[in-house]
Nanobody
Framework: VQLVESGGGLVQPGRSLRLSCAAS????????MTWYRQAPGKERELVAS????????NYADSVKGRFTISRDNAKNTVYLEMNSLKPDDTAAYYC?????????WGQGTQVTVSS
């Protein structure tokens, strides 16, 4: 089982990034996918989640209207489109797959928003 995040980096405030999380080793379409983030000295927080079919999404208040989660079950990949980035969005971003007690995590990708 593997979840591999990519797409992080250093970006100026107001710019955009798209994160990807590629899954392998399990039936991706059976799993709810969630993006979390953790900033230094802070607890890990839920950013966005998406149901198995990609029809229901949920967002943290802090990212509503700026971030969009989506998934492509044919490509076993979940995405996080991040627009209007702010310095407070700086964190390590992790994807998680969950299904009835099973839980998998990626290794994370760093996003730094700074001028």
């Amino acid at each position: 089982v593997q979840l591999v995040e990519s797409g992080g980096g250093l970006v100026q405030p107001g710019r955009s990034l798209r994160l990807s999380c590629a899954a392998s080793g399990f039936t991706f379409s059976n799993y709810v996918m969630t993006w979390y983030r953790q900033a230094p000295g802070k607890e890990r927080e839920l950013v966005a989640s998406i149901n198995r079919g990609g029809t229901i999404t949920n967002y943290a208040d802090s990212v509503k209207g700026r971030f969009t989660i989506s998934r492509d079950n044919a490509k076993n990949t979940v995405y996080l489109e991040m627009n209007s980035l702010k310095p407070d969005d700086t964190a390590a971003y992790y994807c998680q797959a969950t299904d009835r007690g099973y839980e998998y995590w990626g290794q994370g990708t760093q996003v730094t928003v700074s001028s």
